[in-house]
């Protein structure tokens, strides 16, 4: 699983910050029943004291700490029994002082052995969602609020009434942001604006986000904008090659409408870059264009409409503009 670092750095900060806030909340409940029950302060010191002392000790010989806390956890027994008995005179559990991790796992690290630990995949989960809705309504489109209402039953040229069509895509995609597993394949949504490639661009984008996996999705202007600038040298502080990286290496990238942008030379390449390079090392792609797979073929390099055409699940959206409907009824 790939993750974005900037995205990463924001939520271990995140992280961070909560962990700091459970230990000043274990504090201040602490010196609320140290206040009620002084005696209980002194057998919190002399626990922790003792403690350290056998661990530093059993750490300048070089030998394993662990007989040494058992041998601790037998001589302090009496403190133990003697805490417990005072704090059930104040109506508390035993373990009531006790320092417990939010994560039982990873003990509040965020790793668990090498690998990141589900409590910090969490946090960067909530982390990109924030990102993508900069760009997608993420709050109000989901696969629950994706409606049929709008495609109508009758049989298109296709064979097929744009609401059977609809419904086919609509489960492919389902199936494919439930399944995702960083190496899912690509689709292509082809169609006129307004048919919901986009919406459903934001329902993957939200399933497969909060499953932990990196999502990067951006307009073919703004993706090919950051190619450009990293070409002609224009990245002062670094965030361009951070940008491109991320494009390249994300285990989600969304391109939002292809064939809006000029296409010069330099798209085409970097087009062609991106395909082929997430290709190459499996990553998964979603291309979303206003243009037929004709239209595609005419305007790009063979190179390009041959992966697309063979790479790629195309998935054609038809019906009527339903933004124009929408105001329509309205």
Excluded at 197 to 213: D, N, P, Q
Aim: glycine residues 6%; proline residues 3%.
């Amino acid at each position: 699983m790939a993750y974005d670092g900037r995205i990463m750095r924001r939520a271990q900060a995140q992280f961070e910050e909560d962990r700091r806030r459970r230990e000043e909340d274990t504090r201040r409940k602490k010196e609320a029943v140290f206040a009620r029950q002084p005696r209980l302060r002194e057998i919190d010191g002399e626990l922790r004291a003792t403690m350290s002392r056998i661990i530093a000790s059993a750490l300048r010989r070089g030998t394993d700490p662990r007989p040494a806390v058992a041998v601790l956890q037998d001589r302090n027994l009496s403190l133990q029994e003697e805490r417990t008995e005072l704090l059930a005179q104040l109506g508390m559990p035993a373990d009531y002082l006790e320092e417990k991790p939010a994560c039982t796992l990873c003990g509040d690290s965020g790793y668990h052995g090498e690998a990141v630990c589900r409590c910090l995949k969490a946090y960067y989960a909530r982390e990109q969602q924030q990102e993508l809705s900069r760009m997608l309504d993420l709050g109000n489109q989901s696969f629950d609020t994706f409606s049929m209402d709008w495609y109508p039953e009758t049989r298109s040229a296709l064979g097929v009434s744009p609401r059977e069509n609809m419904e086919n895509t609509r489960d492919i995609c389902v199936d494919y942001a439930y399944g995702f597993n960083g190496r899912s394949g690509n689709l292509l949504f082809t169609g006129a604006p307004g048919l919901g490639k986009t919406f459903l661009s934001a329902c993957i984008a939200r399933v497969v986000s909060e499953k932990g996996y990196s999502v990067v999705y951006d307009t073919a202007m703004q993706i090919f904008d950051r190619f450009e600038a990293q070409k002609f040298g224009k990245d002062e502080d670094g965030t361009v090659d951070g940008d491109v990286d991320r494009i390249l290496n994300c285990d989600l990238l969304i391109l939002d409408d292809l064939g809006t942008e000029m296409t010069t030379a330099f798209v085409q390449s970097a087009l062609y870059q991106i395909i082929n390079t997430r290709l190459m090392t499996k990553k998964s792609t979603i291309i979303s264009t206003n243009l037929s797979v004709q239209e595609l073929r005419r305007r790009y390099l063979q190179q390009v409409a041959s992966r697309l055409e063979g790479d790629y699940t195309i998935l054609p959206f038809i019906g009527e503009d339903i933004r124009r409907l929408k105001k329509e009824r309205s």
